[in-house]
């Protein structure tokens, strides 16, 4: 069946320098991808998302990538601080919506 | 951006006693509504997806029986859990999707944390 991979699990980083999180879609069909931020106990926010006609988009210090071709996108996020700890899921939609298992991010001051 | 309201927002019952869970669109008509469900440091599986005025298509693995989905109105979608057991323990989130934002774009309500004892 359709899934998402997302890598990695947990991404610990030191404050000010940059974290990458990786997905891989199978589904075809997927033609808009959302990352969202959770932090415990609240519901996930939209950080940023790209369609699958666009190869890059940015919003200040987060940026996302999709390779539609090899089925991977991407979310770089630069200058880290320490309020951006949080969990960070990758999404896939079409006509089904699959999420990523999600990456734990921490940012150290 | 739109708002989805969930409630309630935390619920203790019973093993055996039935929860209702409602979702609503609060300022956007929301013709297709997702149930999720967030088990401690997991991911959001999808339980269903609820189109307005029809039944609602499960995921595979989901009881149709056990989590009974209304989707009634344009604003309202109600998700009951039925004799619910301590497994079912979860984190329970809506979303819904309609005439707001772009298209797909999915818009999350704030969770209700169900614990059955």
């Known amino acids: 069946g359709e899934n998402v991979e997302q890598h990695p699990s947990t991404l610990s980083v030191q404050e000010g320098d940059s974290a990458v999180i990786k997905c891989t879609y199978s589904d075809s069909a997927s033609n808009y991808f959302p990352w969202y931020k959770q932090e415990l106990g609240k519901r996930p926010q939209l950080i940023i998302d790209i369609r699958s006609n666009v190869g890059e988009k940015k919003d200040q210090r987060i940026a996302v990538t999709l390779n539609k071709t090899a089925k991977h996108f991407s979310l770089h996020i630069t200058e880290t601080q320490p309020e951006d700890s949080a969990v960070y899921f990758c999404a896939a939609m079409g006509f089904k919506t699959i999420f990523g298992a999600g990456t734990r991010l921490f940012v150290k001051a | 951006g739109a708002v989805v309201s969930q409630h309630p927002s935390r619920v203790i019952c019973k093993s055996g006693t039935s929860v209702k869970i409602e979702c609503r669109s609060l300022?956007?008509?929301?013709?297709?509504m997702f149930w999720y469900r967030q088990f401690p440091k997991q991911s959001l599986m999808l339980m269903a997806t609820s189109n307005e005025g029809s039944k609602a298509t499960y995921e595979q693995g989901v009881e149709k029986d056990k989590f009974l989905i209304n989707h009634a109105s344009l604003t309202l979608s109600t998700l009951t859990v039925t004799s619910a057991h301590p497994e079912d323990s979860s984190f329970y989130i809506c979303?819904?999707?309609?005439?707001?934002?772009?298209?797909?774009?999915?818009?999350f309500g704030p969770g209700t944390r169900l614990t059955v004892l």
């Open positions: 979303s819904a999707r309609g005439n707001r934002g772009l298209d797909n774009e999915q818009f």
């Open positions: 300022d956007f008509q929301a013709t297709t």
